[in-house]
């Protein structure tokens, strides 16, 4: 869960250097860190329902999987386009194990409780 939230934070001090490794404005470098957070913010509640539905587990597993490879790819890619594909699977991931990560830690706890915990965490 750590790396899935220092990711948000880790590409905003890269941004001038990206846009100076990319020869692009940064408007355009912005979106590395919009398209991350724009992935994880999209699936808070059908990741949440996914994971009841399917196992918490197995999502927590997938995710860590998906944000891992598309770690891999972020390090690898040459254009910016690609960077910000990569963010988006990468978000993907990272929600994933967020939600399920939360969903382990409260399961036990009382609905709204679990509701009021997490909202302050995010």
């Known amino acids: 869960m750590l790396l899935a ?5 880790i590409a905003n001090v ?11 404005s940064f408007q355009e470098v912005q979106w590395i860190v919009l398209a991350y957070l ?5 699936l808070i509640v059908s ?3 996914l994971g009841d539905i399917t196992g ?9 999987f998906l944000f ?7 390090g690898v890619v040459r254009t910016l386009w690609l ?3 990569a963010r988006v699977a990468q978000g993907l991931g990272a929600g994933g194990v967020r939600v399920t990560c939360a969903g382990h830690v409260f399961a036990g706890r009382a609905k709204f409780h ?8 995010l």
């Open 5 to 9: 939230s220092l990711g948000t934070s």
């Open 14 to 24: 890269a941004l001038p250097t990206l846009a100076q490794a990319f020869g692009a």
């Open 38 to 42: 724009l992935a994880i913010t999209t």
């Open 47 to 49: 990741v949440g329902r």
């Open 56 to 64: 918490r587990r197995r999502l927590l597993l997938a995710g860590i």
């Open 68 to 74: 891992t490879v598309a770690s891999v790819l972020c």
């Open 83 to 85: 960077l910000i594909a």
């Open 114 to 121: 679990r509701y009021a915990v997490f909202a302050d965490h």
